[in-house]
């Protein structure tokens, strides 16, 4: 038995396209069926019903039929549309960036249930008032361990050994850390080969470490509690975004907006 013809599922909109004069493609990240794509017809006539429900950033009740190519979105109802999140920039763009997220690392299919919960926690997350980027950094870690990629953070990547509270060395290729022994082996080997544009590895300091570490294996509450001093926070987000950037091959569109935004707010 497949699919049946109809069918209904709640999922978060991660983001549309228009096809054509009137209807959109919107991708929607679901609990049962993973990422997949859909027609909303119609969707872009200003008395759709179907429109505000199907735009990023909104958990929606959805009906489905089976369509030959892309299943069609047939109705739609709005659970949550988030509506402190977008109507403020930078929570917005917090916001934007998580889907963009999402949407980078995953592909068409597959059901992943733990990536659905963290994915529609984190939009309440950053809908409160006083929700900062730690959010971020703790969603980007569970994110990656959901995906396979999680950092080890432990033993040596290389040798093995269990890591000392000293300064490593996190190396996204290997996706974890080197001991200083095996990072300044790998700087000599890389030495002799001078065409190399990024570097292997970069330090992580001891506090980094002991907060990934926690992060890795509390809930977001408790992650909340541990207080980050600017300097902190600037190394965890280089650390974490260095790794995804290593992973998806490329910078995301919305982290540089949210950079972008950041140093508007620093500059006022
Ligand atoms: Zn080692």
Same mark, same amino acid.
């Given at each position: 038995?497949?699919?049946?013809?109809?069918?209904?599922?709640?999922?978060?909109?991660?983001?549309?396209?228009?096809?054509?004069?009137?209807?959109?493609?919107?991708?929607?990240?679901?609990?049962?069926?993973?990422?997949?794509?859909?027609?909303?017809?119609?969707?872009?006539?200003?008395?759709?019903?179907?429109?505000?429900?199907?735009?990023?950033?909104?958990?929606?009740?959805?009906?489905?039929?089976?369509?030959?190519?892309?299943?069609?979105?047939?109705?739609?109802?709005?659970?949550?549309?988030?509506?402190?999140?977008?109507?403020?920039?930078?929570?917005?763009?917090?916001?934007?960036?998580?889907?963009?997220?999402?949407?980078?690392?995953?592909? !068409?299919?597959?059901?992943? $249930? *733990?990536? +659905?919960? #963290?994915?529609?926690?984190? %939009?309440?997350? @950053?809908?409160?008032?006083? /929700?900062?980027?730690?959010?971020?950094?703790?969603?980007?870690?569970?994110?990656?361990?959901?995906?396979?990629?999680?950092?080890?953070?432990?033993?040596?990547?290389?040798?093995?050994?269990?890591?000392?509270?000293?300064?490593?060395?996190?190396?996204?290729?290997?996706?974890?850390?080197?001991?200083?022994?095996?990072?300044?082996?790998?700087?000599?080997?890389?030495?002799?080969? !001078?065409?190399?544009?990024? $570097? *292997?590895? +970069?330090? #992580?300091?001891?506090?980094? %470490?002991?907060? @990934?570490?926690?992060?890795? /294996?509390?809930?977001?509450?408790?992650?909340?509690?541990?207080?980050?001093?600017?300097?902190?926070?600037?190394?965890?987000?280089?650390?974490?975004?260095?790794?995804?950037?290593?992973?998806?091959?490329?910078?995301?569109?919305?982290?540089?907006?949210?950079?972008?935004?950041?140093?508007?707010?620093?500059?006022?």
């Amino acid at each position: 038995m497949g699919t049946p013809r109809n069918y209904q599922t709640q999922g978060i909109i991660l983001k549309q396209t228009k096809l054509g004069e009137f209807d959109k493609i919107v991708t929607i990240y679901t609990p049962e069926f993973g990422k997949l794509r859909a027609v909303a017809k119609g969707a872009c006539r200003p008395k759709s019903k179907l429109g505000g429900n199907v735009e990023p950033l909104t958990h929606s009740l959805m009906l489905l039929a089976k369509g030959r190519n892309l299943d069609i979105v047939t109705q739609s109802q709005t659970i949550n549309g988030f509506l402190a999140l977008k109507s403020d920039l930078w929570r917005m763009a917090c916001g934007l960036y998580v889907l963009e997220l999402i949407d980078s690392f995953t592909v !068409e299919g597959g059901e992943n $249930r *733990p990536l +659905f919960d #963290l994915l529609l926690d984190i %939009l309440h997350q @950053l809908s409160e008032p006083d /929700s900062n980027e730690t959010a971020l950094r703790y969603f980007e870690l569970h994110l990656l361990h959901y995906l396979g990629y999680r950092p080890q953070l432990r033993r040596c990547v290389s040798c093995d050994t269990p890591l000392k509270p000293v300064v490593n060395f996190f190396s996204p290729g290997k996706g974890g850390l080197l001991c200083p022994h095996c990072h300044s082996e790998e700087n000599r080997r890389y030495e002799q080969i !001078e065409t190399i544009s990024t $570097r *292997p590895s +970069f330090p #992580l300091s001891v506090e980094a %470490l002991k907060v @990934l570490r926690l992060w890795q /294996s509390c809930d977001y509450a408790t992650s909340r509690r541990v207080k980050v001093k600017p300097e902190l926070s600037q190394e965890l987000e280089q650390v974490l975004c260095e790794y995804i950037r290593y992973i998806v091959q490329r910078e995301l569109k919305s982290l540089t907006w949210l950079k972008e935004l950041r140093k508007e707010s620093v500059s006022l």
